[in-house]
Nanobody, 126 residues
Framework: QVQLVESGGGLVQAGGSLRLSCTAS????????MGWFRQAPGKEREFVAC????????TYADSVKGRFTISRDNAKNTVYLQMNSLKPEDTAVYYC???????????????????WGQGTQVTVSS
């Protein structure tokens, strides 16, 4: 079973940037599509972005399109989420997740992802 550990969260002012990292162990990272989700207090966990196992294909939620960029380094077993022009509404716990059935294509729903990290807090102040 793959283990995922996120890092890079923190407190930032509106308009600022953060880069989240998620490092995988215990599995074959290069065979998984990877996703980022987030959960704000009192809200359901929502899709943010995902990337194909090769890194060629990406999909973004409309709310982050043009501001966030997902990327991966298969040599380092790591997926990244570069977040620019942050807004207070981006405040949430951010989770990375592994889709171990990539033949289905890029997935934006939680139930497509079998493995999850513990999350990292991102707080954007106004």
């Amino acid at each position: 079973q793959v283990q995922l550990v996120e890092s890079g969260g923190g407190l930032v002012q509106a308009g600022g940037s953060l880069r989240l990292s998620c490092t995988a162990s215990g599995g074959t990272f290069r065979l998984y599509n990877m996703g980022w989700f987030r959960q704000a207090p009192g809200k359901e966990r929502e899709f943010v972005a995902c990337i194909s196992l090769t890194g060629v294909g990406t999909t973004y939620a409309d709310s982050v399109k043009g501001r966030f960029t997902i990327s991966r380094d298969n040599a380092k077993n790591t997926v990244y989420l570069q977040m620019n022009s942050l807004k207070p509404e981006d405040t949430a716990v951010y989770y990375c997740a592994a889709d171990q059935a990539p033949f289905r294509g890029l997935a934006t729903t939680r139930d497509s992802y079998a493995s999850w990290g513990q999350g990292t807090q991102v707080t954007v102040s106004s």
